[in-house]
């Protein structure tokens, strides 16, 4: 087919699409009370004469493809040399997707009106409730033109590539991210100022945040021309970056869309930071007592201290008013995404996965998104702030261990990992295995000596924050022994239970199952939401990618010791007297999430297949979902 008959095709069908649009538009029975000309309002007239005025535009050019047809192949031509440059190429395509996608958004939006919850930027940016209530006609016609123009594009761009001008993947990158950032940038000065909150929608809105990514792709763009060599060298360092940015600017965006870029009530880090730097153990006028613990006289944090003491140069440095806990949790967790990169890397350099970049990036992704893990980061509770910085130290020692690190450097990182969360001591095996299959692959054979050493000075830092733990406890309540948690404020029946049957007891193993693998999300619409409330939704239901684990099960000892941690993890968790409590999945899984990221690193292969890739958009999909609804009720 020629492209002038390609042409012929698409404004004609878009000329027949406007006309239907155009009559439907002013066939529809106008409101009560409009009766400025023929019963219609200024607005809708208004709306009909821009749908008039771009009717007429595609009807002189699907004329003008019958009139002037030499002038139309001339720009075809032109079309075609613009479409044969990478740069050209990127730059006319990302508008036009970014504008298929904003009109697809709002008609889901109108069409759908339940959905409106769970889309945070049409709360910020409420132009479909400004604009009008037909709009949705024009959205409906800009989608037609749109696809028509995505096919168009695409069988002008499919021809032999010989001649192509091609761009690296970082130049790529740096053009589709400025390209985006315009694009972002005028859809958010036309909402900000059809909705009068401009600055607002600029500060608050993704524009900066775009922007930012484009400065970073653009710097390593500039390094790689000035220096080719240099650039290969610090590849990694420039995938990590990249890593951390995206993490963290997305889910700061979320944050921003939900507001809570704020320190929550129940979340005391940094003001126990404050009492630790003025020497005491407790808090002085907290701002609620949920989940503390009062003690003679005085209020406690239950939970071991390790998120006070991250805290601490945050607090002596800027002060304790300064500090915002929600800032803070994100930057851990687009670190802890950064450092499941550079494992995930390590491995594929020992060969012990074959896993692309695209799927180290897809991996990660699952991760940062598609786990429980985006929730706590959001959040940032006490309980929840503190499984942040115990996850974040695992894959410290994680790291620590694959990159041959001396055995107490990875228990100290361990180590400190218990200092929030003393469970984790249960992946412990899976570090051993670590080191035991890197002797081998040294040595040629198993050195029982050596694993044995290694195993004692990994140990060590271990039992050290085991006792000071146990120390921390005896300064707070007199008692080596008691953390507190059965003294809890506001604990209901997590409290209550504990109490009668003990901190961990078989009394609770069946409802932990049910929690960790049962539970499925509540369909039931209370007030117009989806509200997953309670113990939350089981692991599966919220990350159904880790079903993936069970696709191959290959024998290595790095593998037996990752299974080891998981299977480990879930026995003791199972018998624990509290399940997640208020939570919107069972947010335990992470755990030993990162076991599970190894192993279902090994199952991919060399690329993620189609099936994965669905499950891991589905775990994105519903932990994006439960985060938004978690935060939006009204009842």
């Known amino acids: 087919m020629k492209s002038e008959h390609i042409f012929q095709a698409f404004t004609g069908l878009a ?26 309002s200024t607005s809708r007239l208004l709306g009909g004469l821009g749908l008039a005025l771009v009717l007429v535009f595609f009807l002189v050019l699907f004329a003008g493809s019958f009139i002037w047809k030499e002038r139309l192949k001339t720009w075809g031509t032109c079309l075609k040399d613009v479409l044969n440059a990478d740069a050209y190429r990127l730059i006319l395509a990302v508008p036009v997707f970014f504008a298929l996608a904003v009109n697809l958004l709002g008609l889901c939006v109108y069409f759908i009106p339940a959905t409106r919850w769970a889309l945070p930027i049409i709360r910020t940016y409420a132009l479909i409730q400004v604009v009008g209530e037909r709009i949705y006609l024009a959205q409906l016609w800009a989608v037609l033109i749109l696809i028509k123009g995505i096919v168009f594009y695409f069988i002008l761009n499919k021809r032999d590539q010989v001649g192509r001008q091609r761009l690296s993947g970082l130049a790529q990158a740096a053009i589709v991210s400025w390209s985006l950032t315009a694009c972002v940038l005028a859809l958010s000065l036309i909402w900000g100022l059809v909705s009068r909150d401009l600055r607002l929608q600029l500060m608050s809105g993704p524009t900066f945040k775009l922007l930012a990514l484009s400065i970073w792709f653009s710097l390593w763009v500039l390094g790689e021309w000035k220096n080719s060599r240099r650039a290969q060298q610090v590849r990694i360092y420039f995938w990590m970056g990249t890593v951390w940015l995206v993490v963290f600017l997305l889910s700061l965006q979320l944050a921003h869309s939900l507001n809570i870029v704020v320190n929550p009530r129940e979340s005391y880090w940094h003001l126990l930071a404050d009492s630790f730097l003025h020497g005491r153990l407790y808090l002085l006028n907290p701002p609620s007592d949920q989940d503390l613990v009062f003690y003679n006289g005085r209020w406690y944090i239950p939970i071991p201290p390790l998120p006070a003491f991250i805290m601490l140069p945050l607090v ?10 929600t800032i803070v949790s994100l930057c851990l967790a687009a670190t802890t995404a950064a450092l499941v990169f550079l494992i995930l890397d390590e491995m594929r350099r020992l060969t012990w996965i074959k896993l692309s970049l695209g799927g180290q990036l897809w991996l990660v992704a699952l991760f940062s998104f598609g786990t429980v893990h985006l929730w706590l980061s959001v959040v940032s509770r006490v309980w929840y702030f503190s499984q942040v910085c115990a996850v974040f130290f695992a894959a410290l020692a994680f790291f620590s261990a694959l990159k041959k690190r001396p055995a107490w450097l990875t228990g100290l990182c361990l180590g400190l990992a218990l200092l929030a969360r003393p469970n984790l001591f249960t992946l412990w095996p899976a570090l051993l295995a670590i080191a035991i299959q890197l002797q081998i692959a040294q040595t040629g054979k198993f050195d029982w000596k050596k694993s044995l050493t290694w195993a004692l000075f990994s140990a060590l830092p271990v039992i050290a924050a085991v006792g000071f733990l146990l120390y921390y406890n005896y300064l707070r309540f007199g008692n080596f022994l008691d953390f507190g948690y059965t003294a809890i404020s506001s604990g209901g029946t997590v409290v209550s239970d504990a109490r009668q049957f003990g901190i961990f007891s078989l009394h609770f193993v069946w409802n932990n199952v049910q929690t960790m693998f049962l539970s499925l999300p509540d369909l039931e619409a209370r007030c117009g939401y989806f509200l997953p409330r309670g113990h939350g939704i089981s692991m599966l239901a919220a990350t159904p990618a880790v079903l993936y684990l069970f696709r191959r099960l290959k024998i290595f000892w790095w593998t037996v010791g990752c299974w080891l941690a998981i299977l480990l993890s879930m026995g003791l968790l199972a018998t624990y007297h509290n399940d997640g409590s208020i939570q919107y999945a069972y947010r335990y899984l992470i755990d030993f999430i990162l076991p599970v990221i190894m192993l279902l690193a090994l199952n991919t292969g060399q690329k993620v297949s189609w099936p ?8 994105m999909a519903m932990n994006y979902f439960g985060t938004v609804s978690w935060f939006f009720s009204k009842c």
């Open 15 to 40: 000329a027949l699409e406007g006309i239907l649009a155009v009559g439907l538009y002013f066939t529809n029975p106008p409101r009560a009370g409009e009766t400025l000309v023929a019963g219609y």
């Open 316 to 325: 002596a440095v800027f002060g304790v008013k300064a500090i915002n806990t």
């Open 612 to 619: 994965l890739r669905v499950l891991i958009i589905i775990s």
